[in-house]
């Protein structure tokens, strides 16, 4: 198992980081520039026509590294790191679809929400349905942290879910606002499923091995969006990040610890939420300076202390790592009997 878990690292890295070294050219030469929102932090349009659709450098190095360290599960039936793939993948082919009409149109609007929500929710019930004829997921809803189960009627169970993976992917997304955010705040993520299959045993390792390949997917994209970012990820690459953290959370059977683990993501989107229901419940008032929260953070909200893009990659990855290491206390006895 370590072996493989380490050789998925590796190849995800080195492919990652190599396919950066054309790609970031290449959309340089197609003029592939990311329009930045006028609403926005006014220093934010500075980075006007960076290059986007990074995402796919990851996207390459995970895609290796289940294809490399992943071939002796596939070769014995074993899927569990392909379906996370294909789920992640067709989530990014929405989110490429967005980039480019973004790209075409030279402004910051792709597809419509309606459009995106439509194919997003097609994407997560086919995933879900798939996963649950194959076996990988039961309706017995796994609770950590007390250590226990709650079985669900079948429905109820599939609505829950495909609300959680839409949820999750369009989280993921709001968090890729700043050079580094949402890569830096995923990496943490990723290794949390890896530390899982070690503890776990090896009926995990596909997946393990898929968590682990996109870590270092994700490490090697870090080279070029750190900040100042060469290139940015995307919705191409934001949307199969989304993607990638709801279908491990299923492939592992425990879709509630995404209250822990993902819970920069969920502040993000509750300062959204709020700044928006307050701003039409008020008649115009905020509560935060702008949101998503680490827009309110950049612009000095509440200390005065304007926090610079690379402050909030350590504060949100930092936190990131100490929410994984606590949501890893509340699973890590599952099997334990």
Known sequence: M?????MAFLVGFIVSSVVGAFLVPFLRKIKAGQMIKEIGPSWHMSKSGTPTMGGLMFIAGVTAACLTAGWSALAKGEYGHILCLLLALVFGAIGFLDDYEKLRHKQNLGLTAGKKFLLQLAASVVFILL?????YISTELYIPFVNTTVSIPEPVYFILAAFIIVGTVNSVNLTDGVDGLATGTTIPVMLFFVVVT???GDSYTPMGVFASGLAGGLLGFLIYNFNPAKVFMGDTGSLFLGGAVAALAFAYDMPLIL????????????SDII???YFKLSGGKRVFKMAPFHHHLEMG????????EKQLFCLFG???AVFAVISFLGVMHRFTF
Do not use: A, D, N, P
């Open 301 to 308: 909200g509440w200390t005065g202390h304007k926090w610079t």
């Open 318 to 320: 930092g936190t990131s």
């Open 259 to 270: 209250i822990t683990l993902g819970i920069v993501y969920i502040i993000e989107t509750l």
């Open 131 to 135: 996963m649950r004829s194959l076996g």
């Open 275 to 277: 700044q928006v229901g």
């Open 2 to 6: 370590t072996t493989k878990l380490m």
């Open 198 to 200: 070690f503890c776990w």
